[in-house]
């Protein structure tokens, strides 16, 4: 396993950040304490590293596609690896948190992970220049 970068632990404070404006604004996301929260924003950070490589995988397999049909099946493993992402975020935190941390259902937790994705790449351009396509 490699070593904690620091933009890693930028990261963890922008969804611990993004989360808590959720957990405020929105009443279908909860958490029971900030603890929750942070261990929640450590477990997003997680499962988005994985969901990230998945999408970068599938979003090359689907430019090196040379016919209609891996091209359509390049696709639906993109759509696949996009849509499945927010049940897997669902379902891992149920079953790390069971009822403390509620990130609400599909679009409530679609929301939050455009949103943290947003975060994430505004923060890093603007700390350290990286673009935001980046990933």
């Not at 596609?65 to 996009?82: D, E, F, N």
């Not at 609400?104 to 937790?109: E, L, N, S």
């Amino acid at each position: 396993m490699g070593r904690i970068r620091p933009i890693d632990l930028v990261d963890v404070l922008v969804y611990l950040v993004v989360l808590g404006l959720f957990i405020q604004f929105a009443p279908q996301v909860i958490s029971e304490s900030f603890a929750l929260a942070l261990l929640t924003a450590i477990l997003l950070k997680a499962i988005l590293e994985v969901v990230l490589v998945a999408k970068k995988a599938a979003v090359g397999r689907l430019r090196t596609a040379q016919t209609p049909a891996t091209r359509v099946l390049g696709a639906l493993l993109l759509l696949a690896v996009m849509a499945g992402s927010k049940f897997i975020v669902l379902a891992v935190t149920d079953i790390v948190f069971g009822g403390a941390v509620q990130l609400g259902g599909f679009f409530a937790v679609t929301a939050l992970i455009l949103s943290l994705i947003a975060a994430r790449a505004l923060t890093r351009r603007l700390l350290v220049g990286e673009p935001t396509s980046s990933r």
